[in-house]
């Protein structure tokens, strides 16, 4: 039922990297549009504050229940906490071995690893776009990310949690592409 997922401990950092500037900006565009329809960029941040610490505690075999957080207090440091969290869990290759669950369901442990991996990507560039902003990461990275949501949206478009890829180019930017299978228009804006 799961593709057979590589780990990629190797590149959580880095497909993390923008996202502290980027929190920091959207403090201050909380009612801006985002490319995940009907969304904010306070809808998508709301969405990493309850997510990442699911992420992270799944990780560790543990994730805590998904709460309903709401932006309120220091959030941006908050979610800063949860991401640096997150981003060394995933980052030891012993946590994308065996199973874990995310809610109730086990799942290979690599599957939720290439997971974290590619929602750092999408939601990065989601939230660079929502804020008008440019972000990028290596070719390397990014073609492992494409590779990786090419194999995992068909099962999450049957949960849900993509929509259906946009057609471009096939020598479009790598970027264009990896949010394209994701079923994010590239070219959209606020």
């Given amino acids: ?30 009612d801006a549009p985002v490319p995940c329809e009907g969304w904010t960029v306070r809808d998508l941040a709301e969405h990493m504050l309850t997510w990442t610490p699911v992420l992270a505690g799944a990780g560790r075999g543990a994730p805590p229940e998904p709460g309903s957080p709401t932006l309120g207090g220091d959030w941006t ?4 906490k949860d991401r640096a969290d997150l981003v060394a869990v ?15 369901s086990e799942l290979p442990s690599a599957v939720v690893g290439t997971m ?7 939601h990065g560039w989601d939230l660079a776009r929502g804020l008008g902003e440019t972000v990028t990461w290596d070719d390397a990275l990014l073609e492992e990310a494409y590779e990786a949501l090419s194999q995992l949206t068909p099962l999450g478009r049957q949960m849900g949690a993509f929509g259906p890829a946009v057609d471009v180019a096939p020598d479009a930017p ?3 592409r990896v949010v394209a299978v994701a079923g994010r228009d590239p070219s959209w804006r606020p």
């Fill in 1 to 30: 039922m799961f593709p057979d997922f590589t780990p990629r401990p190797h590149l959580v950092v880095a497909a993390a990297a923008p996202h502290e500037a980027l929190v920091a900006a959207a403090a201050d565009h909380l």
């Fill in 90 to 104: 995933w980052s030891d290759p012993a946590s994308w071995q065996g199973t874990t669950t995310m809610t109730s």
């Fill in 174 to 176: 790598l970027l264009d």
């Fill in 77 to 80: 440091a908050e979610l800063g």
């Fill in 116 to 122: 974290t991996f590619c929602e750092l990507v999408l």
